[in-house]
């Protein structure tokens, strides 16, 4: 059967339809160059190894490993950072359905959960990520930071929602000021297709 490669889709907006929260530029400019830039470096690391597999070749395998787990990692962190956004007038102001039954279970309230994520968020080191996530074992939701895109992922944890809080993701808009991007942020949450997630996770053993 034969292999595919991973593709950047289209995002499900236009790419000022997130303005004021994110302008055009900013999200042009991390869709159509960040975001291509990881599927571009998985893809040429897939056709290497092929290459290399069909010659009998050794390549740096250490090397390509920390690198296809990085860039694949990107790849996939930013989708999820896409569909979990919706244009602001269409975007409810708090969640919805089962996840938010869940956030007020686990966390005590939306608010606290908010604030848990924001920090979270805030707090991560350099370039990264904060996520919500649905642990298929506990049943708990939990927040996880991930530092670059592949550095604390936690396999059985799957991902609800994701913020990216690499500089690139808000420099156009917030220059440093990484809290005022995760402010906006909160206006533009897709909560019901992060609830759909959710539910569909509680059928994941
Ligand atoms: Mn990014």
Known sequence: MAKEYYELSPLKYDYA???PYISEEQLRIHHDKHHQSYVNNVNSILQMMEMARKEGKDFDYKATAKAFSFNM???VLHDYFWWGMIPAEKASEEPVGELAEALKEDFGS???FRKEFS??????EGSGWA????????????IVQIEKHNVNLVPDFPLIMAI?????AYYLDYKNERSKFIDAFWNIV????????????????
């Open 17 to 19: 339809d997130l303005e």
């Open 73 to 75: 990692a990107g790849h």
């Open 110 to 112: 939306f608010d606290r």
């Open 119 to 124: 920090e979270v968020a805030s707090t991560v």
């Open 131 to 142: 996520a919500l996530t649905f642990c298929t074992d506990t049943r708990r939701l939990g």
């Open 164 to 168: 990216d809080v690499w500089e690139h």
């Open 190 to 205: 897709n909560w019901e297709g992060i609830d759909k997630r959710y539910q569909q996770l509680q059928n994941m053993k």
